[in-house]
């Protein structure tokens, strides 16, 4: 069984539940994954919280272990900034926590050539604590857009989502991804 930490953004949540059936389209209802996802939207604001670190981490310590409870055999988070907290989440919680920058950066080393310009797209907060970067830095340049494309599109990009308006994130992240 899957756990799935979301409320980290009800969307990325509900966005990844999704790409798991679609994974599994046409199989039959018994071939899809069993998965469980917890919606802990109380969590506190990530980016708000970078400087009161345990305020997170506390939080998502009760939400592995509520997934750790109901069988999971392992966590995803399917929230960027969340992973600021990865270190010390896996050494808190007895279960095994999927890194999604880990895993982006083990996708890219495998597609692309090092020293490649990688563009990211991500929140201020996933940008400036610079959890990708970690992983990235060895073999390739992590690109993001400016400042200026970061507030006005980005930005506001993520809100749309946020808020289920997809069709108008993706016309005003166009800059943003133009530019990379």
């Known amino acids: 069984m899957i756990g799935i930490l979301g409320g980290m953004g009800t969307q990325a949540g509900l966005d990844f539940c999704n790409k798991l059936a679609v994974i599994n389209r046409g199989k039959s209802d018994q071939k899809y994954p069993l998965f469980i996802l917890y919606n802990k939207s109380n969590i506190p604001k990530r980016p708000e919280n970078l400087k009161k670190y345990y305020n997170v981490l506390k939080s998502l310590i009760v939400g592995c ?5 109901n069988k ?3 966590i995803v988070m399917p929230c960027n900034t969340a992973h600021f907290w990865y270190d010390d989440l ?17 996708h890219a080393k495998k597609n692309c050539k090092i020293n490649s310009q990688i563009g990211i797209l991500a929140t201020e907060a996933t940008l400036n604590t610079k ?8 073999r390739f340049k992590l690109l993001s857009p400016p400042i200026k494309i970061q507030k006005k599109n980005v930005n506001k990009a993520i809100r749309f989502v946020n808020m289920g308006n997809v069709r108008k994130a993706e016309k005003i992240i166009k800059p943003a991804v133009d530019y990379l």
């Open 65 to 69: 272990n509520l997934l750790k409870k």
């Open 72 to 74: 999971c055999k392992f």
């Open 90 to 106: 896996k050494k808190k919680v007895k279960i095994p926590i999927l890194s999604m920058p880990e895993e982006v950066y083990n």
């Open 131 to 138: 959890i990708y970067h970690k992983y990235f830095n060895k």
